[in-house]
């Protein structure tokens, strides 16, 4: 807190203050009522709001010339929140019914039976077109109108082998909402990895990294979640551990820091964050092997907040993308603003996350691209929201890995411009 200078560097990338000029509600502002807390003064519900309000994008710590760790200050802060700030009962609820759901796969694996008979059988649009969900549960409207159309994908084997020689041994993480909801996502992963030289090992019955726990103050939940991931990864020899979602890549390269007062498990936490990669950072390392085909596809590249703010991968994705010929990249205007979704706040905050997503969506259809790229299916879900929400012009959406494995197979550009 003392390494802030107030100098308000940090004021513009923060989404917040950028929807509402509220100075407690921008960076700089948030520190000032942390040190309030310190200095003795009771942590209030104005307090604790101010504090929900924040995304967590991490924009503030890049645009920091004074290297203030703000992502440290508002984890911290967090936790004390959930210790000590009662909040209302609807918000309890609805906090309790989140975090039931979201970190367990096998849950929201479940809910897609049910969900694609909702999007097939039309009542979705009904519902949307009478505003009724809306009026009487935001929340609920939000994940309504977040929810991703379904497609089925056949189920990725538990070792996909390298093609050619053999270059790097990985396990590869499928992530919650990623294996429930974008399994096509992380079969265009293996399947990239492995033309690129790696034997991709999928270990059976993984779980929640714990990302949504730790940037949520639930530190606790989120320790259990990091210890049986590290004991299920330890079980096979690897040399890498791939991750496709930017959010949980943030976490789990912080498992060392998670972990470091538990005596049985801090060297291995430390042990097994230094073998995370992104799966661009991953790709960039080890160089390209098999043949890019072209793709004559115009793209914008967004940003997920976790992959550029928190793990600094900003380069890797767009050199992936320069690789495959005759695709362009077209950059989105106020890129370092996040699109509005940071993990559940949309769902939490969906009024202020609209707006977010809309501005993120009208960036991007500025840029003219017929196909937003990104590497976190938060975002995905987020800016295809938002551009279903406009009606205007339909741009497709796809994940980094599924634009490489198009290009990599040969297959043709229209496999990936479907609108969203
Ligand atoms: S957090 Fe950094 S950029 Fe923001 S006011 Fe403080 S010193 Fe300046
Ligand atoms: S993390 Fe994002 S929303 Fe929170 S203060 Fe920093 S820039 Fe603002």
């Keep these: 807190m003392a390494d802030c200078v107030h100098c308000g560097f940090c004021l513009p990338s923060c989404p917040t203050y950028t929807l509402w000029g509220e100075e407690m509600d921008s960076p700089r502002g948030r520190i000032h009522l942390m040190a309030q807390g310190l200095e003795g003064e009771p942590l209030s519900a104005r307090m604790a709001g101010h504090f929900d309000n924040c995304l ?27 210790r000590r700030h009662d909040r209302p009962l609807r918000e309890r609820a609805l906090r309790r019914a989140v975090f039931a759901l979201f970190p367990y796969p096998r849950r929201l694996r479940v809910l897609r039976g049910p969900l694609h008979a909702y999007q097939r059988t039309g009542l ?29 994908v056949p189920r990725t084997p538990g070792r996909v082998p390298a093609r050619g020689q053999r270059r790097a041994v990985v396990g590869m993480l499928t992530g919650c909402v990623q294996s429930a909801f974008f399994p ?5 992963t293996a399947r990239v990895l492995a033309a690129d030289g790696c034997d991709v090992l999928i270990p059976p019955g993984q779980g929640c990294c714990g990302a949504l726990s730790v940037h949520n103050g639930r530190r606790a939940e989120a320790q259990g979640f990091a210890r049986r991931l590290i ?22 390269k912080e498992y060392g820091e998670l972990l470091a007062d538990d005596p049985e498990y801090a060297e291995r936490a430390a042990r097994f964050a230094a073998r995370v990669r992104d799966l661009a950072e991953i790709l960039v390392e080890l160089g390209p092997v098999a043949r890019r085909h072209p793709l004559p596809v115009t793209v914008a590249y967004h940003d997920a907040c976790h992959l550029a703010h928190a793990q600094g991968i900003r380069a890797q994705p767009r050199q992936l993308l320069a690789g495959i010929p005759e695709l362009e990249v077209r950059p989105i205007a106020d890129a370092d603003i996040c699109c509005g979704s940071a993990g559940v706040w949309n769902v939490l905050n969906p009024e202020p996350a609209a707006e977010l997503g809309d501005r993120k969506a009208a960036a991007v259809l500025d840029t003219g691209a017929s196909l937003l790229v990104t590497a976190n299916p938060g975002c995905l879900m987020q800016v295809a929201s938002a ?14 890995a599924q634009v490489l494995d198009a290009s990599i197979r040969g297959l043709p550009v229209e496999r990936l411009t479907r609108p969203a």
């Design 387 to 400: 551009i279903r929400r406009r009606g205007d012009r339909p741009v497709a959406l796809a994940h980094t």
């Design 124 to 152: 979705q649009k009904l519902v949307g077109r009478s505003g009724l969900l809306r009026r009487v549960a935001p929340s609920l409207a939000a994940l309504d109108g977040l929810a991703p159309r379904l497609r089925s």
């Design 231 to 252: 004991d299920l990864f330890e079980m096979t020899a690897m040399d890498y551990i791939v991750i496709n979602a930017a959010g949980c890549g943030s976490s789990l």
């Design 184 to 188: 096509e996502v992380n079969a265009a």
């Design 56 to 82: 967590g994008c991490m924009a503030c710590v890049t645009a920091c010339p004074s290297g203030v760790r703000y992502d440290r200050l508002i984890e911290d802060t967090r936790a004390q929140v959930e």
